[in-house]
């Protein structure tokens, strides 16, 4: 069953992963950790973002991307429902960018350093290591080409760089091939 609220990530919220089922976001992290350290001579870059689907109510799915460049990835998603539907499209994009910005903050310094930490001497290399980004579902075509400097505005300061289409794949594609069935 799915909340029936927009979410509030914390340490207990529940992810799924797909290849290991429900876990929290404390026991996903643990997760991103093994997986950088089973491979510190490769870059990586972790990426959140959010798509959602309006039916009958709100559908928002949540993702983070762990992607070993050229190697491979791991995911993890979060699923959440608002019992009305969202038809104004800035209203939607804002819920969107905000979902992602409660989960980037729980990447904070002390998460950022385990991941620097968990690749070793690559930590901080200029050609190896890892790049925060965060992924938002906007482009410039089409209707939400004017949104752009607000939402890439209200993520700056962060860790994460922001991205938009086409670069925005953890929103546009991870996030958005789960929102189909509510």
Known sequence: ???NVAVEFDENSIFRSLGKGNLTFREAFEEIIKFIEADTNS???????????????????TCIHVHRIGKG?????????????IRNLREKIYMETCMSLQLA????????DRIYKALGKNGKSPTKGVTFEFHIDIGKRGETKALINEMVGMVSGLNFIPKIKPDSYCASCFADRYTKAI
């Open 1 to 3: 069953m799915l909340p």
């Open 43 to 61: 870059s990586y870059r972790i990426s959140i973002g959010t798509d959602s689907h309006v039916g009958n109510g709100t559908l928002f799915v």
């Open 73 to 85: 990835a791991i995911g993890f998603l979060h699923k959440s429902l608002m019992s009305r539907p």
């Open 105 to 112: 903050y729980l990447f904070d310094e002390e998460k950022i």
